[in-house]
């Protein structure tokens, strides 16, 4: 099965949703602006994600 996450940035924490190709939320979480939460998060579908995009804008401030 294939897989894409999209990650969401926000100042403070980030909205990771993983998909599969069928369009189907398999995870979807707002974890801290922290790499080794966003790793283990993302790490579970390790191999299967074939894709990552990420939505940053610089107006939060």
């Known amino acids: 099965m294939e ?8 100042s403070n924490n980030n909205v990771l949703v993983v998909l599969d190709e069928s369009d189907w939320v398999i995870y979807q979480k ?7 939460v966003i790793v283990t998060a993302l790490g579970s579908w390790q191999g299967a994600i074939k894709g990552v995009a990420v939505e940053s804008t610089c107006n939060w401030y």
């Not at 707002?30 to 080794?36: I, M, S, Y």
């Open 3 to 10: 897989l894409y996450a999209g990650r969401d940035l926000h």
């Open 30 to 36: 707002r974890p801290p602006n922290v790499l080794a």
